[in-house]
């Protein structure tokens, strides 16, 4: 049951605002965070992040679970921008030529 929460949390994660993820691994009662309205996906990318306030800092599992999502808004951000990478697309292309060739 535990990996089937974990997967929902991470699903949950990557439709969410990088902002909204945020808000999930740095808890509300940790320092006061500007009280801004939550507002919805629009696809607006922000490439800032923001540290872990210093009563977190010694946290290492809202540390890693703060730069897993950093480090996914950042590859999402450059997967936006950039568009798939060139050696990705080739390999993806040579494996499903071998495919091909065992389905033969």
Do not use: W
Request: proline fraction near 7%.
């Amino acid at each position: 049951m535990q990996v089937a929460a974990f997967l929902s949390d991470l699903k949950s994660l990557s439709i969410c605002s990088h902002e909204a993820a945020i808000a999930v691994v740095v808890p509300e009662n940790v320092g006061q965070r500007a009280q801004t309205p939550a507002r919805p996906n629009t696809g607006f990318i922000s490439s800032t992040t923001e540290p872990l306030p210093l009563g977190l800092a010694n946290d290492q599992e809202l540390t890693r679970a703060n730069e897993l999502v950093s480090l996914h808004h950042n590859v999402k951000v450059k997967y936006l921008e950039t568009g798939p990478d060139p050696e990705l697309e080739q390999a993806a292309a040579m494996v499903d030529r071998v495919i091909q060739d065992l389905k033969t």
